[in-house]
Each structure stands twice: as structure tokens, then as C-alpha cells.
């Protein structure tokens, strides 16, 4: 008997509503970041700028397609940036649709080739706290998730 048949309660599902709420809350802020100059893209950039300055970063993504999934260097690449995310008290996402991302931050450098957006890292404008509601929203979200076990959820961004 599980504590929910105790009370009489169903258990409560994962809601898409807050997976729904939650991509929402993630285009806003890659769109808000990325005006504002505080969005840093590429796994390589990305590893560079948490090595330097951690305390800068306020958020992670990480994106892959199905075909990623296969790419043993990404998938390493992958767990040390979320070790060291858990370990910076960093809150980070999973995205697995890269042409959606693509379309919410740009996909393209001005010297015209494609950017690497398997990694993006949102970051603080300055010293003082950036306080975006987008990204409390995904600090609840990812919260929330981390209250069920989930310690990298996978976000869907909205159409």
C-alpha cells in the first residue's frame, strides 16, 4: 500500500501544464539573455567561462537531438558540466530539440557558420542579482524536479 492509497488520494501525475509552463519560461529567457548579452553557446565556451567565473553563470541548457545521443565525446562532455553545475549549485535543463533552440537564440555567428548550441549558459549581467521572473520560474521548475528525483529535467519548448 503506497502513503497516496493511505490517504485516499490519487497519486499526482507530472503535470504537462508545468512542463508546458516551464518551456515557456525557458524561451523568454533565452530570448531576454540573448538581448541582453548574457547568453554564452557552445560546449567548449562554455567550459571555459564556468571555469573562470562559476558565480557568474545562472543557468544551464543542455540540447541534443536523437542523433547526439550517440556522440560518446558529447555525453562526457555532458556529465562533467553537470557535475560541475550540481556542484556550483547551478540549475540546469535538458532541451531535445536543437532546430527550437535554434530558432529562439539564432543559430548562426556573423561570420555565418552554425553555432554550437549543445551547451548555453545563461549569465548575470553584473554583480547584483539579475532577477528575471522567467528564470525563478525555472529555478522553481528545476526545484520541483529535484524534489521527485528528476535532477535534469528535459524541457520542451513551446511551438
Not at 548574457?38 to 573562470?52: D, H, I, Q, R, W
Not at 540540447?63 to 547526439?68: M, S
Not at 540549475?91 to 530539440?97: F, M
Amino acid at each position: 500500500m503506497t502513503l497516496e492509497e493511505t490517504q485516499g488520494q490519487e497519486p499526482i501525475p507530472a503535470g504537462t501544464d508545468r512542463m508546458q509552463g516551464a518551456g515557456k519560461a525557458l524561451h523568454e529567457l533565452l530570448v531576454s539573455a540573448q538581448r541582453r548579452g548574457c547568453l554564452t553557446a557552445g560546449v567548449y565556451e562554455s567550459a571555459k567561462l564556468m571555469n573562470v567565473d562559476p558565480d557568474n553563470v545562472a543557468f544551464c541548457v543542455l540540447a541534443a537531438d536523437e542523433e547526439d545521443e550517440g556522440d560518446i565525446a558529447l555525453q562526457i562532455h555532458f556529465t562533467l558540466i553537470q557535475a560541475f553545475c550540481c556542484e556550483n549549485d547551478i540549475d540546469i535543463v535538458r532541451v531535445s530539440d536543437l532546430p527550437k533552440l535554434a530558432a529562439a537564440v539564432g543559430s548562426g555567428e556573423e561570420s555565418g557558420e552554425p553555432r554550437d548550441l549543445h551547451c548555453i549558459l545563461i549569465t548575470s549581467p553584473n554583480e547584483d542579482d539579475w532577477k528575471d521572473p522567467a528564470l525563478e520560474k525555472l529555478n522553481c521548475f528545476c526545484e520541483e524536479s529535484r524534489n521527485i528525483n528528476e535532477w535534469v529535467p528535459t524541457i520542451a519548448l513551446p511551438e
